[in-house]
């Protein structure tokens, strides 16, 4: 006969057990996505001959990069205390160049708050570049272990 009220350890809704990835997870893509729009939005304004429409939607792209950034940020932080030892150690090199392209996207956005055709070309146009570089350094270092061949260790 079941217990009239479940313990911790059921598999009940009302005690919900976390599986599958971490929360952060789900907010990580959209800065990158945000910020390798943001690369081709000054690349559009460069070769448009400085149409202002690709200014706004840089700096519209940098400030929702950086907003979903710092929340995958404020949750990887949250989800780090709140994990039990034992598990995995946390790889401190995808960390650190996660932080680093924050760090130019908020120096980009800066940039990209002045006027004109200098808020983007060259410098914006540049650190654009320089951020989506560092995207796409991060997943080379931030593999998913597995637990056997073929089966991840998010699965």
């Known amino acids: 006969m079941a217990a009239a009220y479940p313990s911790v350890d059921d598999d009940s809704p009302l005690y919900p057990v976390r599986r599958g990835r971490p929360l952060h997870s789900l907010f990580t893509p959209f800065p990158a ?3 390798t729009l943001a690369l081709f939005t000054d690349v559009a304004y460069w070769r448009s001959g400085g149409n202002i429409l690709w200014q706004n939607f840089s700096a519209w792209l940098l400030f929702a990069g950086l907003v979903f950034g710092g929340l995958a940020i404020l949750f990887a932080v949250v989800g780090r205390f709140m994990r039990r ?3 995995e150690p946390v790889r401190w090199i995808p960390v650190i160049l996660g932080l680093v392209a924050m760090l130019l996207a908020v120096l980009n956005s800066f940039v990209h708050a002045g006027d004109g055709w200098t808020a983007v070309v060259p410098w914006g146009l540049a ?3 320089l ?3 560092v995207l796409m350094i991060v997943p080379v270092f ?3 272990g597995t637990l056997r061949p073929g089966v991840s260790r998010y699965a």
């Open 33 to 35: 996505v945000c910020f």
């Open 127 to 129: 650190l654009s570049a």
């Open 131 to 133: 951020t989506v570089v």
């Open 85 to 87: 030892r034992g598990r």
């Open 142 to 144: 931030d593999r998913p």
